[in-house]
């Protein structure tokens, strides 16, 4: 019971239930209707605020799973995407990008999850005060009037790839150019929205379809008569993917920015700080005093952040084995890049590649289960 509109929680659902050889009710996907005449093992729900939901959940009396971040009912297991570490990252990916002004968009209050937007806006702005920057908030009634009396270039997070998309279109209507005047990064990577939006979006990957995946595998184990979890299974955001919205090296330095291109061009090769140094037309003493004023960190560690964003990427998106993108990236050795990835990360590369890819299992994809 999905009432949910980003398709890729269902898919995460069904690609378990597919390993599992379980039959699901999936009218809800279709018509948003609870099914009145369903009588069955479990629930999956995302209770939201639908009381018909919160019913059928009381009156079935069956092991139930709750994705909805949020009050919904009490007592219920609970898989809840990590809207702190959602912002933390997107801050993260802000700072190096050389952005100095950075905000939290809150969209219309009337629509906008109030949850969604108290954490992940406490994330992002935990993020970029420890980097030193300088954060604002937006409010949805007075953006536009807010946003022109703050410095430039912006850099602006939306709750979801939905409002940042709709962000997008009111700043070109009133000729705020994006990403040179405000750049948006969003959440979700929402396909649909990437497709048609005016400026490409740059977006948190939250890892949504392992959310459904995970609420699957805890019915399951549920069903098994386990014992729920004594908190809710929290679901970490996978990498930022990047596109125009945010293309924009803004530093306010210029052989900072040098160093930063240089960096984004070349962090698959054996280079050295002392290299980009050249590259930037300083010593190696001058860049990292100006590297850490303006982008808040030591230049070795901001090309680890590039190379590791990379390794996300392959990870998500190829077969590469991780050896050969270990060296492909410009890590050392492979047992280097595992052991710096699982201190960053908190997973191996091959638990990253699991739950990045859990889309790879849908039923009917090539390399996806076939015992039903």
């Known amino acids: 019971m999905l009432g949910y ?36 093992d479990g629930i999956i729900a995302f209770s939201a605020n639908r009381a018909d939901i ?40 802000l700072v190096s990008r050389g952005f100095q002004e950075i905000g939290y968009f809150y969209y219309d209050p009337e629509v906008a999850n109030p949850l969604n937007e108290t954490e992940r806006s406490a994330g992002l702005r935990q993020g970029v005060q420890a980097a030193g920057r300088r954060f604002h908030s937006v409010t949805f009634d007075q953006c536009v009037a807010q946003i022109r009396k703050l410095p430039r270039p912006l850099a602006l997070m939306a709750q979801n790839d939905v409002v940042g998309d709709w962000l997008i279109h009111k700043l070109r209507e009133e000729g705020l150019r994006v990403p040179q005047d405000v750049a948006v990064i969003g959440v979700d990577t929402d396909e649909l929205y990437r497709a048609f939006s005016p400026v490409p979006q740059t977006s948190v990957d939250s ?47 210029g052989a900072t920015n040098k160093a930063l291109a240089f960096m984004q061009e070349r962090y698959a090769e054996p280079i050295t700080v002392n290299t980009i140094a050249r590259h930037a037309g300083l010593s190696r003493y001058h860049l990292n005093e100006h590297f850490q004023q303006h982008v808040g960190e030591p230049i070795s560690r901001h090309l680890l952040r590039i190379r590791l ?23 050392k050795s492979a047992a280097y890049f595992c052991t710096v990835f699982r201190q960053e990360t908190g997973l191996t590369p091959a638990e990253f590649r699991h739950r990045a890819r859990i889309r790879e299992r849908r039923p009917g994809r090539k390399n996806g289960s076939s015992r039903h």
């Open 54 to 93: 919160l019913d059928k959940i009381q009156n079935e009396n069956v092991p139930t799973v709750d994705m909805f971040n949020g009050p919904g009912m009490p007592g219920l297991p609970r898989v809840w995407i990590d809207n702190e570490a959602i912002g933390r990252m997107a801050g993260d990916y």
């Open 207 to 253: 890892n949504m379809e392992y959310q459904g995946y995970a609420a699957a595998k805890l019915l399951d184990h549920l069903l098994q008569g386990n014992s729920p979890p004594a908190s809710p299974v929290m679901i970490q955001p996978v990498r930022v993917v990047e596109r125009k919205s945010t293309s924009l090296l803004s530093s306010g330095h």
């Open 5 to 40: 509109y980003v398709r890729e929680v269902h898919h995460g659902v069904v690609a378990y239930a597919h390993e599992a050889g379980w039959v699901l009710d999936g009218s809800m996907a279709h018509f948003g209707r609870v099914p009145a005449d369903w009588h069955g």
């Open 309 to 331: 964003d990379h390794a996300r990427e392959g990870l998500a998106d190829a077969d590469e084995k991780i050896e050969n993108l270990a060296f492909a990236l410009g890590f």
